[in-house]
């Protein structure tokens, strides 16, 4: 702070005693900073009050004439004047006069002498040793540090506290060790000169008094002995008495007045004194108001602190009634500290400093730990209003069926619910802490027995303490199983206070469901709040409800992943546009692999296990569940490819569909059998492998099952295609045969081949050329199933044939050979075979020309439908 500067004063004169406002800038900071304030170079410190920073209060002590007002304080030193304070000579006043300032009690007016007596008084401008004494009206700043120096003294001789070596420092301090000398045989001859001319001094000084005295004696002995002799008036000591009683009676109604006026005086100057020496006290009570107006609470402590060892056994009854009023100011003060380390939320720091407040006011209980309870249930009932106040929300869009609203509260339920976990167990768990080990004093340099007790008071509380954080989490956990996981927050008895706990967690609308996304982002959350209270050292076992439910979170989080992933598996059938790639896939399976791929993406963080964390398929019922939703996924699948082929057979879904004109069923068939054989044989074993990487249970038993649903719905695919191709063309050759009333009895020779075997070729060449457009790999596997059931019908037309001629002979044989040479690139032994019977049963030829006219006509055949029989030789 700058240099105190004076810059006006009031009044401006007086005497001695006279009350004085100081005004100006950077008059201190308080009391305390207050080193010393001099009026015309005298020192004013005693009676110096601070109001504030440009206002003092002080009595002058100054002499007559006129001088500066200088003030020093710690903060900025020795400061400067504007104005002057002029001191005037001191008023005798008598004893009924009255005056507003004090009164030098060492000159009075005695009106019955009617003269002036004054004690002799050594003035502070003589020198007792005689010497020239140095300037004192520019040694204000050497008087303000001898003044620090010597605290009870005082330079003047007149004083009863008189500090010689204040006096000579302040006085002789350059003055040589021999005129010292010079000046003490100059004090030694002056008191000896006193001592020898006393007695004749008293008597010049008295000798008025004592002849008037012996004059009045004179007197009294006369009359005594004109009484005396007359005797006719009785006893003259009598009448003496009687006139000196009724004197004293007069002269005490003629000084009543004065006397009490004396006395009362004396009661209010011991009263002021007292007040004087006494206003810390006095003064105390509204000083703690003002200072606990202010902030100031460290003030506030130590001035009852100091009252209370001044004061508290007093026996003066003044003192204990201004002491009581001190104790109902600091009781109020301790209810006003309770009252401020219950509004939360507060800084750490903030509570430390009331506790230790209400601590050293020697607060009756354990404030640290009543502020530790206090806590805990505010931590408590802020988490459950944040749960009604999302609950309601939740509640709102459900009513409202806003499914994305809801996902939104949930995500804004769950960030304010961990910020409150995250922000205030760490508060309550560092007060503690704090309170446990003594630190709450400790860091403050209490004395080491308090802190001893206020560590032996927590070492009490830490079962207790254990349990409050351990039902802290547990809310906080049961708040998140109610609104993330219900299902884990059941009622094992039908109990009614089981079912009101279990509705003090809030019963959230499940109408709709939460995407896994949201779940990740719970386990994310939690995990993040797990991370952080871990760093605290909690005791063990308190975060242990808190790793359960981000286990059942994460077991959660991977099956509605896997669920929506099959809901997404299901929808593609309503994608499929039948568009066949040259590999004689649709863009199906690659839609499939993207989706799981896609879900490997995100569970694969999800089932990273953290320090400290249980597995996620730690347990056998999560094994079993995933497991089966993981053969679900796949199963879906090869329902979808089923549910696209057999489109116009199966219910149609709701959804529409990607292609407006689907092709026909047979095609479709084999696009699924394409599809299905592709996803077998590239797909399914190398998801299932990363699948098993992150160690997903029974891999090896979804492996096993998918294979066999594939294997079944390819056949029922197979059969079915068959079914739609093969069935007319064997039903037609026996229609075919007999058609125009044909008697293979009474034939004519044959001259080519009859048209149900070119029909019959035709439809072969029409189901080679449907699956070769769409899947050259399954034309093999198409035509040999066709080739052998053609085979097959022909060996039964034939063996259902009783009479037949040799023309007939020759035509069936022509017939049978004709389809067989014609099919040789997909013919089987099997088939082959049933050709081969059917042409036993036919007679056998007779000579080599017809041997030779049978393959005449079978080439005639094979040359006028060389195209179309050469597309039978593609086998892909």
Not at 115 to 127: E, N, V
Not at 277 to 291: A, D
Not at 605 to 628: K, M
Request: proline letters at 5%; charged letters at 25%; hydrophobic letters at 35%.
């Amino acid at each position: 702070m700058p240099p105190p500067v004076v810059t006006g004063i009031a009044p401006k004169e007086g005497s001695p005693g006279t009350r004085v406002t100081i005004r100006g800038e950077n008059l201190g900071n308080n009391q305390n900073d207050i080193i010393g304030v001099a009026i015309c170079g005298r020192n004013c410190s005693m009676t110096v009050e601070w109001v504030s920073t440009s206002k003092l209060i002080c009595r002058s002590s100054t002499g007559v004439g006129k001088g500066d007002i200088v003030v020093i304080t710690r903060s900025g030193g020795t400061g400067t004047c504007t104005v002057h304070f002029t001191g005037l000579k001191p008023k005798r006043v008598g004893p009924l006069e009255s005056s507003p300032v004090w009164v030098d009690e060492t000159e009075y007016v005695d009106q019955r002498l009617d003269r002036t007596q004054k004690t002799a008084t050594l003035s502070l401008r003589t020198d007792p040793l005689g010497l020239n004494s140095e300037d004192l009206g520019n040694k204000t700043q050497a008087h303000m540090q001898l003044a620090e120096m010597f605290v009870k003294g005082s330079p003047d001789p007149t004083d009863e506290n008189f500090v010689p070596s204040w006096f000579l420092l302040e006085r002789h301090k350059n003055t040589p060790f021999n005129k010292l000398k010079d000046g003490h045989a100059y004090m030694k001859r002056k008191a000896n000169r006193n001592t020898n001319n006393a007695p004749l001094n008293h008597v010049k000084d008295s000798l008025p008094v004592f002849f008037e005295v012996h004059e009045t004696l004179s007197n009294i002995h006369h009359k005594m002995l004109k009484d005396d002799i007359g005797g006719s008036n009785g006893n003259i000591t009598d009448k003496l008495e009687a006139t000196l009683n009724e004197a004293s009676e007069k002269a005490s109604e003629l000084f009543d007045t004065v006397l009490q006026s004396k006395d009362r005086a004396d009661s209010i100057r011991n009263t002021l004194n007292v007040l004087q020496r006494f206003k810390f006290l006095f003064n105390l009570p509204l000083s703690i108001e003002r200072n606990i107006q202010k902030g100031d609470y460290g003030v506030v402590i130590n001035d009852y602190e100091k009252a209370k060892s001044l004061f508290s056994d007093t026996d003066v009854g003044v003192f204990k009634r201004v002491y009581n009023e001190v104790e109902n100011r600091i009781e109020n003060f301790r209810v006003q500290l309770k009252q401020e380390v219950q509004e939360l939320p507060a800084p750490l720091t903030k509570q430390k400093m009331l506790i230790r407040y209400l601590l050293g006011l020697g607060d009756v209980g354990d404030p640290a730990w009543e502020c530790l309870v206090h806590q805990h249930g505010w931590i408590q009932e802020t988490m459950l209003k944040c749960k009604d106040k999302y609950l309601e929300q939740a509640s709102k869009c459900a009513n409202e069926n806003d499914e994305q609203g809801k996902v939104q509260v949930c995500e804004q339920y769950l960030q304010e619910l961990t910020n409150i976990a995250v922000s205030q167990i760490p508060e309550h768990w560092h007060l503690w802490k704090h309170y446990s080990t003594g630190v709450i004093l400790s860091e403050t340099g209490e004395k080491s027995s308090d802190v001893e007790k206020l560590k032996e008071a927590a070492s009490k509380n830490y079962k207790q303490m254990k349990s409050l954080l351990r039902d802290t989490v547990i809310l906080f956990v049961n708040l998140l199983r109610a609104a993330f996981l219900p299902a884990t927050l059941h009622v094992e008895e039908e109990d009614e206070e089981d079912i009101n706990e279990r509705e003090s967690y809030g019963v959230w609308p499940g109408e709709i469901p939460l995407p896994a996304t949201v779940l990740s982002d719970c386990v994310r959350s939690v995990r993040q709040a797990l991370s952080e209270l871990s760093q605290l050292s909690l005791p063990h076992g308190t975060l242990q409800s808190l790793k359960d439910v981000i286990h059942d979170m994460r077991v959660l989080s991977l099956s509605t992943f896997l669920s929506e992933a099959m809901e997404d598996v299901r929808a593609l059938r309503l994608k499929e546009d039948w568009k066949v790639s040259n590999k004689g896939v649709t863009q199906l399976p690659s839609q499939f692999n993207t989706l799981v791929q896609e879900l490997l993406a995100v569970v694969r963080d999800l089932l990273q296990s953290l320090p400290g964390e249980e597995p996620v398929f730690a347990r056998l019922a999560v094994q079993s569940r995933i497991s089966q939703l993981l053969t679900n996924l796949f199963l879906v699948f090869t329902s979808c490819i089923e549910r696209a082929s057999f489109l116009d057979e199966i219910e149609p879904d709701t959804g529409k569909l990607a292609s407006e004109t689907p092709p026909p069923l047979e095609q479709r068939l084999i696009i699924g059998i394409s599809n299905l054989f592709h996803t077998t044989t590239n797909l399914i074993a190398p998801l299932l492998q990363q699948f098993k990487e992150l160690d997903f249970p029974n891999v090896e038993v979804t492996e096993q099952t998918c294979e066999s649903a594939t294997a079944e719905l390819d056949k029922k695919l197979f059969d079915a295609y068959l079914e739609h191709r093969v069935e007319p063309l064997t039903g037609a050759l026996e229609p075919g045969m007999y058609a125009g009333n044909f008697d293979w009895n009474n034939c004519l020779k044959p001259s080519d081949v009859r048209p149900y075997i070119k029909t019959a070729l035709m439809s072969i060449i029409t189901i080679h050329s449907e699956v070769y457009s769409i899947c050259p790999a399954l034309v093999v596997r198409v035509m040999t199933d066709v080739i052998q059931a053609v085979a097959d019908e022909l060996l039964r037309l034939v063996e259902c044939v009783t009479r037949i001629g040799v023309n007939g002979s020759l035509q069936a044989r022509l017939d049978i050979e004709t389809i067989q040479q014609a099919t040789v690139s997909f013919a089987t032994r099997d088939s082959d075979k049933s050709f081969s019977a059917a042409l036993a049963i036919l007679p056998q030829l007779t000579n080599s020309l017809e041997r030779r006219t049978l393959d005449e006509l079978i080439v005639r055949f094979k040359s006028r439908l060389l195209f179309q029989l050469r597309s039978l030789e593609a086998v892909g």
